[in-house]
């Protein structure tokens, strides 16, 4: 399984833990963002942005196993094989290592 996050994922299975380091590719979904009308706040103009989600780059091109982020995981739905995170299924060690005891798919 490759690790497509920026993360080092520890697996806990009742087998014993798996440890996925990040890949050298994070994948990631590109942003359509353009400006729209700004808002007023206490009479000021704020300027507001809309933001779509775009294409997702990092992907393998076969349908190899594959933990993503939950953004990417959402915009790929009908890839096979794709993970990730259960949010109430982890807790982070630190910045960069979260410990999961399941993960989620479409």
Do not use: W
Not at 25 to 45: C, G, K, M, Q, Y
Not at 48 to 53: G, I, N, Q, R, T
Not at 59 to 73: A, K, N, T
């Amino acid at each position: 399984m490759k690790n497509l996050t920026p993360f080092r994922v520890i697996l806990e299975t009742e087998s014993g833990n798996i440890t996925l380091d990040p890949s050298d590719t994070v994948a990631f979904v590109n942003e359509e963002r353009s400006p729209v009308l700004p808002i007023t706040v206490n009479d000021a103009l704020v300027p507001v942005m809309s933001c779509k989600p775009g294409d997702v780059e990092g992907i393998p091109d076969d349908e190899s196993p594959i933990i993503v982020m939950r953004d990417v995981l959402d915009q790929i739905p009908h890839r096979r094989n794709t993970y990730t995170i259960d949010p109430d299924a982890c807790d982070f060690i630190d910045a960069l290592t979260v410990r999961v005891t399941r993960l989620m798919t479409p």
